[in-house]
């Protein structure tokens, strides 16, 4: 660019421009297209009068009819709803997916505090329960011995004994008890689950015990689908107040 004092290109300074001279510069223009006859411009059409237009009043009656009939389909589906989720969401709010059956279902389910079944089938399982546990302690297998006690039993004999001493009490029965002929009867159903039962029938062979039957009132526990053996006067304070003045009622005080 004439005047300026740096090279765009590279930077460097722009030299002294020279003196103009006089002649003219020399123009290059482009060659003139050859001959050529001058196009008249198209015709003008005149343009066509404006016509006025109406749909047959047949055709615009059933175009209205058509309108009013989305209109409504639109307002009784709730602004395109399902008109059956809406039904549903009104009989039960808090969940619009959800049917009458279910929502009646959903929080009516408790547990029970036992099993749906009759006396002569809740005998039978625990029968089976303290058998198994007689058993066990018999054959020196301790540790599923210890997993048939109720959770609270556990509980309590490891904060009060600790397992080594609990195993070491139930080994002092395994070489005189003899729990095939055991045989266990409902005495009473207590609150939160609870059994009384009165068990009979197992040997005991201990020298100079004296008797020959292992047996009395114990409890056992329901919970979470299950028999579990919860024995002892101490396990909870109200069965202490009422058992433990009669202590030599239990299974296998007598002896």
């Known amino acids: 660019m004439p005047g300026a004092a740096f090279c765009r290109a590279c930077g460097a300074p722009a030299a002294e421009p020279a003196p103009p001279r006089e002649t003219k510069p020399t123009v290059i223009r482009p060659a003139a297209p050859a001959a050529q006859t001058p196009v008249p411009p198209p015709p003008v059409e005149p ?54 059956g279910e929502a009646a279902e959903e929080g009516s389910e408790e547990e029970s505090e036992f ?76 609150n939160e689950g609870v059994v009384r039962v009165m068990v009979t029938g197992m040997g005991w062979s201990a020298p100079q015990s004296r008797c020959s039957e292992w047996s ?18 101490s396990t909870t304070a109200d069965r202490r107040r009422e058992w433990q003045s009669r202590s030599s009622e239990l299974l296998g005080a007598d002896c």
């Open 47 to 100: 343009e066509a009068p404006h016509r006025s237009w109406r749909l047959p009043a047949s055709i615009a009656a059933a175009i209205l009819l058509l309108g009013a009939g989305a209109a409504a389909a639109i307002v009784l589906s709730g602004g395109g709803g399902s008109s059956s989720t809406t039904v549903a969401a009104s009989r039960n709010p808090g969940s619009a997916a959800t049917t009458d």
């Open 115 to 190: 099993p749906e079944e009759s006396r002569l089938e809740m005998e039978e399982e625990i029968k089976s329960l303290l058998l198994a546990y007689h058993e066990d302690v018999v054959n020196g297998e301790f540790q599923p011995a210890w997993s048939l006690l109720s959770a609270r039993k556990r509980r309590q004999d490891l904060s009060e004994y600790g397992y080594p001493k609990w195993k070491q009490a139930q080994a002092s029965l395994s070489g005189y008890l003899a729990p095939g002929g055991l045989r266990a009867r409902i005495d009473s159903l207590e």
């Open 216 to 233: 009395g009132l114990t409890w056992v526990k329901y919970e979470r689908g299950l028999w579990t053996y919860d024995p002892g006067y």
